[in-house]
């Protein structure tokens, strides 16, 4: 890669996890950083889904696949338009990142991790979220790690945004060099 700020015109990096994990807070770091266009997954869920999350009910795979769907749909559009994107997505499931990956090849994870702890009292704290923090313990049920053939990395989220933003960045100069 020529610019270690750029790693190539058609990257997508999603920044996944549970919520909680600080997906909203490095999607701003990364975009200030790079000044790559950004969506927030949450904005594309339907207004039911919205209703039944702030209701404390865990979304099943029928809530989900239309909005995986539409986060796919984005993700194409930046491909097309070769620009680089970034992309918050729970993206808690194998299925779901494979859906997300099926058909572009810009896809690469950044999987926020915390200590359960840690995200708890970060959603308690939350004012202006529907994510109840009674669905944590769902999202850690449901979550299954990147494994080692997915692009992507594990990165830690109990620092502050830049050093998260330095770390995603440096593993992603190093898978796709």
């Known amino acids: 890669m020529s610019d270690p700020g750029n790693p190539s015109p058609t990257t997508t990096i999603v920044v996944m996890g ?3 994990a600080g997906k909203s807070t490095v999607l701003r770091a990364l975009a200030g950083e790079l000044g790559w266009a950004a969506a927030e997954a ?3 869920h339907s207004p039911a889904n919205v209703a039944k999350m ?3 009910t865990p979304l099943g795979d029928e809530d989900r696949w239309p909005w995986l769907e539409a986060l796919a749909s984005w993700i194409a559009e ?3 338009a070769g620009e680089p994107a970034l992309l918050t997505c729970s ?3 194998r299925a779901y990142r494979d859906r997300l990956r099926c058909g572009h090849p810009s896809v690469w994870f950044a999987h926020l991790i915390a200590e359960p702890a840690v995200i708890a009292h970060r959603l308690e704290r939350r004012r202006d979220h529907y994510m109840p923090a009674a669905l944590l ?3 850690l049920e449901t979550l299954e790690p990147l494994e080692q053939d997915e692009p992507g990395a594990a990165i830690a989220a109990q620092r502050p945004p ?3 933003v330095a770390d995603i960045l440096a593993r992603l100069r190093e898978s796709r060099p």
């Open 137 to 139: 313990a769902s999202q």
């Open 54 to 56: 702030r209701s404390g």
């Open 78 to 80: 930046r491909e097309r």
């Open 162 to 164: 830049p050093e998260i």
């Open 42 to 44: 949450d904005e594309f």
């Open 18 to 20: 549970v919520s909680g």
């Open 91 to 93: 993206a808690l499931r």
